[in-house]
């Protein structure tokens, strides 16, 4: 065999030696649930296509001043919605967070620290949430049921942690990003543009969002869309 020959043969062996590898490091990784495309599966994005109804998902961890001035205009608009609250929060503002239960909103778990759930432990995960629907339970009289992620983030440890606390994950399909852009009308686009059956909403009680929120109600009012909480949402949704 000539020379160049064996080095051909010596190359194409190395590359399958490589490629057998790469399926086999693939493979691991795979079944070790570790791929988001595979975590995310777990969680839910969107809720009920075949319903116009939509959900304004009000995150809150921080600030006090616009959670009345909100709620007083879901009142005016007849709409009943959901607040994933932060364990911390909840439980520096008792009276506001039984004020948001007793107007007939739904109360999700946010976590109690704002941690990175993606990082934690299994029991840390689990701390977390337990901690964060007693407060509410004691609060409200009802413990909660979904878990908005503190920063969408999400791991297995996480998973794990829901399904033995009986907590359904819930993320977003449409991101206001109230907290970065400070800009009522950006915040109005972003939570009304091409808007779709099911959509989930995430926002934030800052003072562009109140001052967005009753041109998005009625924004979804005159186009047939009625706002929800996220149980009602997702409700006969896969």
């Excluded at 190359?11 to 995310?40: Q, R, Y």
């Excluded at 961890?61 to 709620?71: A, C, H, N, S």
């Excluded at 049921?145 to 983030?153: I, M, T, W, Y």
């Amino acid at each position: 065999m000539r020379i160049k020959d064996k080095v051909f043969e010596n190359i194409v062996a190395n590359l399958v030696i490589v490629a057998v590898i790469a399926v086999l490091v693939t493979g691991a990784f795979l079944s070790d649930g570790a791929v988001p495309a595979a975590v995310g599966g777990k969680a839910i994005y969107h809720g009920n296509t075949s319903e116009p109804r939509v959900t304004l998902m009000v995150n809150v961890y921080w600030g006090t001043e616009y959670i009345t001035p909100m709620l007083d205009i879901f009142d005016a608009y007849g709409v009943k919605t959901t607040f994933f609250i932060g364990g911390v929060w909840a439980s520096k503002n008792n009276d506001l967070v039984k004020e948001i239960s007793a107007r007939g909103h739904e109360i999700g778990n946010h976590g109690y620290l704002h941690l990175d759930h993606g990082k934690l432990s299994e029991s840390r995960n689990i701390e977390e949430i337990e901690l964060t629907s007693r407060l509410i339970k004691e609060l409200t009289g009802r413990p909660t049921s979904l878990f908005a992620p503190p920063s969408g983030a999400i791991g297995s440890n996480m998973f794990k942690a829901c399904e033995k606390t009986g907590h359904t994950v819930i993320m977003w399909s449409r991101d206001t990003i109230d907290w970065r852009d400070k800009d009522k009308d950006l915040v109005y686009k972003r939570a009304t543009n091409g808007i779709q059956n099911g959509d989930l909403v995430l926002m934030h009680p800052t003072a562009h969002t109140l001052e967005a929120l009753p041109s998005i109600l009625k924004y979804y009012k005159q186009n047939g869309f009625s706002v929800t909480t996220v149980s009602n949402n997702i409700a006969q949704s896969n």
